[in-house]
């Protein structure tokens, strides 16, 4: 049993990418501590991919620095540093058995056959796929493939390791299932993994911290609770999970909190720097009850437009004075019909102000 | 009165490709105005079906009827069927008001005619003033939208789908969906819409059709086959379900499900004793300070915040449970290796032939 | 890196140390290499060169590569980069301006005789030892660039650059260059832009006359009209048959395909041979039409139109390989999407295939036109009166007026069309390029032609087809008669003269007159071919795979030779390479040379073709898992293309065996290649050695490439499961 590498930690410190006149990638800076999974979100061509890459070296920043392992990696080749990745589409040498594949990096640095042979197993067995070394990679299903592919990148057991929208290929079903085993597996083994991926939800689901990207830029970075619970601005509010975005008032501002007015419900809710008068307030479909519409705790009145069934819940679209509100309903039992009056509560743990 | 013809029709339709059959005996019926999905895995027929009522290959065996004509010998373009495809199939060399006018200039609509309609077409699918734009400078949201106006405006019988979402963000897919769904309530257009996402099926069809290995499993509405799915596949595929496999035996106190594992859970009365397979839905569990009967005694393994909710993976007697509990503001998940009770709420067991 | 540089250090001092310097007339297994060698003067090394014969001129090249060595010493990376890159700078400089600055006269340049001297002494062209230390001070400056961080620190990506660099100046813009500076050349000597305007402005070249009803217009004008006649008609067959083949439903499309080999393997004068037979005085339709009817079929067959016959033959089936790619890569879901749309079989076809098959059909119509232009072999057997730019330039160097300067512009002339064309083909696929690369969901196939145009498709192409067949089984035949045009007794006569053996008291005799034309061409074709391949991947592998400082500049320098037509390459070869430093005229080096480069695009564009199906991130796996580029190419890439390769070898080797244009010039008395000694039987008459040589010539070929196939296809990268069966488990 060969004794498992050190994880590392990865540094950006002010790293912008630009191409030509597009930039990239700008004054990005954040850090990776080791033996953690970390996500980089966001929509397609928010940078993320590329910062990916500039840490596996296939790129080079046009300014600012990388440090994995304290080291200074900027304009080395992607062999010198102690990473490996994960493609999206596995990557797999169409002419080289399962063996072979894993095998690769290790011949290549100049292992003997037989120990490269033997860590080439190991790495197999670690994913499961125990006797598929003499196959080839057009003879395994998708999900195989991608633990090939794993199995690749972990042999080498490096420092870092990456993984590029992995998922991406893969049904539905099956995406769910392999995401946890990818973080079960970085989990048992303390490896260091940066992730890139465009969907919140599997973000959410395997992150010790998640870095929202935008427009070249960092959004908002923290563990997936805060950045559910406490979205700093629109954009993430909205792209994290599901949000509304409804029109309220902000009275009588303390220092740190202040008195939010949403139709006839009065909460106090820390304000996030906004100021008195109009503001935005975003709010958890999962936070917004429908009630009789007598009820005193009603916040709101309005009109269904939409009503979806989800199998565990339903979803139901309210034209409100506030908005259009989105909700989601664990009681599916008696659902509503578009057309219905309602009335509309408000939890709220599930509100936040939203600073600009 | 004869009822009105149904949008499409599928009667016994059979089809290999070489010795590989690819649907086996599949019937089906959509009637007019109704969004109804085909959901499936890779390699289940799904798209090769749609593509015979589209036109794109001849069943060797059954028919295909649209809008009550029988257009099982019948080309693509005899069909009166509207297609859209998975990568759009936008001509690059026309603009986007060339491509949407396309199909009005095939069956000879007049200039100004044509004109208004693909005004009217893009207006529909939210892209007014972009019929001077070429394909390749619009997103693919963008992209998608140009192929349904292209559909739209000719005002098919059917409305084909082939996995229309699959090639955008997750983000853009939720929306896409909903607008997807608007549209055909605005139109009224009988749709047919292809995809492997349960949860896409789920959300916007009316009623759908599982299927696997070119057969079709079931078709109910999605609410149907969620609670009460046939088999063991439509179970596992609907949604997560939690599969127990045991026994029905009669207790004095009522028919009483045990499996192998020990797990008792009562079971209704209408469920035939012997072997049976039983469905439990992440909600259908929950975890219970006090371990209320009938309970389940367990061990969490991991645990995913999901946002709205917590799913946590409870190791008990030997399986695995998915529960899902919901989350709010100040609560904290719980810890792996905490002990807990599961209970289920006998409500929600759903009971299954193995 | 410090290995790399141990060896490229040795490398150097090697080359100047051992070998002979400059180029030997003697073989290598006269040389006395028990010691003499190092102090007899033709054949010193280097050292020997600046120590015993007062060479002094090559001791900072001797400087250099002891420094090289000095600098392994050094211990920190950076500073032994930078050494490296310095020393193989420095190294390659002095090689090259010692070279050019002294030739066989003393000092080439009268400024430098006025700075320093008479030299009274002089020197020859380069040889084994200087060869050596130039690429070691080449491959030491891409090193040390390595190291310093260019060429992303690959030192493998930068020696490849430097290679082919090196390579396409040398042998494709220095000898282009010193061609066209000949255009502005006067007779006294000096270079002036009003000798080049003299020429361009003469009426043989650009004369309208034959409008007015004279007999010959200029030569340029000529060129262009029949380019543009070829070029319409091979596309139009051309299309024909790729309908036909991917869409026709025709039980035979093999068939259609392997006659487009044909071409490929016959030298490029055959067909007008072939024609000449059918249509020519003797022959077989005159004597018919004389027999039958007692018409005098007269020369009509020499002429604009017998050319454009002959290259319409000829062409057809490349522009029918470059449309069958165009064809297929229409995105079947276009054209169902179409129908779904209403439109019918013939709509689709009009308004969507079509229109999305424009930018390719316009490539393709360019690709026939610079072919045309270029084409030696048919307008010289069939032109008679009418002169088109490659023969022109011909008669210019070889005729009984041999004028260097008019043989310049008419070059400068033919390589402007050429380029023009080239760079309108770069307009065209580069901007509105529709051919899709199949993606996700493109899983569609394509629909049948619409019934009329499939009858109009096979009414032309099969025809043609026919016509084909039958000029090919003439050209092929037309040697085992005994005199074609009046004897038609079939004999083994002529091919016993071509290729007669003997037994003797020594063994085998290779008595035939065409054995030793024919092995001399085999030999340098199956040396230059693995060089072609080679030269050829590595750089499509450059351009495809990697990204450095100047790779544009690399890709489009590469791409411009290849426009080029060969009537200029070969006369700029036999101009540049007469004079030191590189003294290859009349040797086999510059035939192989000349080979090599201008059959680069074969081994370049199939190459690249099959690169971009291997996806990038083969490569990047490769890098992240710690090999450099070197480990990517040898593991990944180059397993991925043997197919590729096996065709790039035997495509250069069968190109090289069947050159005309190119080669003309450059054959000597102890190299004659097998086409040059066609083409001179045929000027002398031997009409039946001639066809019997082409004829042995052709079935080697065609012998050489099915093998090819039969290799290429049995060895396929290991068979792939049923796709559905994989797909299925997903």
New interface residues.
Partial sequence: MTEARKALDVRFENVTKRYGEAVAVRDVSFSVAPGTLVTLLGPSGCGKTTTLRMIAGLEQPSEGRVLIGGRDVTGMPPAERDVSMVFQSYALFPHMTVLENVRYGLVVSGRRKRDANEAALAALAQVGLEGFGNRLPSELSGGQQQRVAVARALVLQPGVMLFDEPLSNLDARLRRHMREEIRALQQRLGLTVVYVTHDQSEALAISDEIIVMNNAVIAQQGGPRDLYERPASAFVAGFIGESNRLAARLEQRGPEEGTVVLGSARVVLPHHGAAEGAITLAVRPEAVRLVPVADPAAALAGTVTAAAYLGATMEYLVDSEAGEVFIVCPETGSPRKVGDQVALAVRPQGLCVLAA | MNAPPNGVEVDAVSFA?GA?VILDDVSLAVPRGEFFAFLG???SGKTTLLRLI???GRPERGAIRVGGRDVTGA???D?N???V???Y?L???MTVAENVA??LH??RVPRAEVARRVEQALDLVGLEGYGGRRPAQLS?GQQQRV?LA??VV?EPEVL?L??PL??L????RVEMR?EL??LQRKTGLTTIFVT????EA???SDRMAVLDGGRIQQIG???DL?DRPANRFVAG????ANLVEGEVARQQEGLVFRSAEGIVLPAPDDVAPGRALVAL???ALSISENGRAPSIAGEVR?T??????V?Y?IEAHGLTFYV?E?H???REALAPGTRVQLAADPEQLTFLRP | MRRAALWLAALALAGVVLPPWYLVQDRLADIDWSGGWLTEPDHAPAVSQALLFGRWWLWPVLATAAAAAASLLLPARRSLARALAACGTLGLLALIIQGYAIGLGGWRFAVLEAVFGPLGDRQFGIGTGATLAALAFLWMATTGLAGLGFFRGDPFTAGAVGTVALAVILFTFLPIASLLSDAFRTSEGTYTLGALFGRLGDDRTWGLACLAGAPRCGVAWNTLMLALMTAGGTTALGLAFALLVTRGGIRFPRALRTLTILPIITPSFVIGLGLILIFGRSGIVNQLLYGAFGIEGGRWIYGLQGVWLAQMFAFTPTVFLVLIGVVEGVSPTMEEAAQTLRANRWHTFATVSLPLMRPGIANAFLVAFVESIADFGNPIVLGGNFGVLSTEIFFAVVGAQADAGRAATLALVLLVFALGAFWAQARITGSRSYVSIAGKGDGGVHPPLPAWVRRLCLGVALPWAGLTILLYAMALTGGFVETWGRDYTPTLRHLVRAFDLEWSARGLIWSGVAWNSVWTTVKLAAVAAPLTAALGIIAAWLFTRQSFVGRRALEFATMLSFAVPGTVIGVAYIYAFNVPPLELTGTGIIIVLCFMFRNLSVGLRSGMAAMSQIDRSLDEASFTLGGGGLDALRRVILPLLRPAIIAALAYSFVRAVTTVSAVIFLVSAEYELATVFIINRVINGDYGVAITTSTALIVTMGAVLALIQVVVGSRRIRRRAPALAAGARA
Avoid: C
């Fill in positions: 490709y590989n895995p890779s390699g589209a036109g794109f080309p693509p373009w069909r069927v509207g297609m495809f998975q990568n199939a001509w690059p060399h396309f199909g095939r069956r693919g192929a292209r559909t000719i084909l082939d996995e699959s090639n963000d997750a983000q853009l909903g769904r608007a492997h996402d349960q949860e789920n959300a916007i509405r999605p609410v969620y595929f609907l949604g997560t839905r992440p909600q991991r995913e915040f999901l946002g709205g909710h799913r993976a899902d919901p709010l503001r100040g």
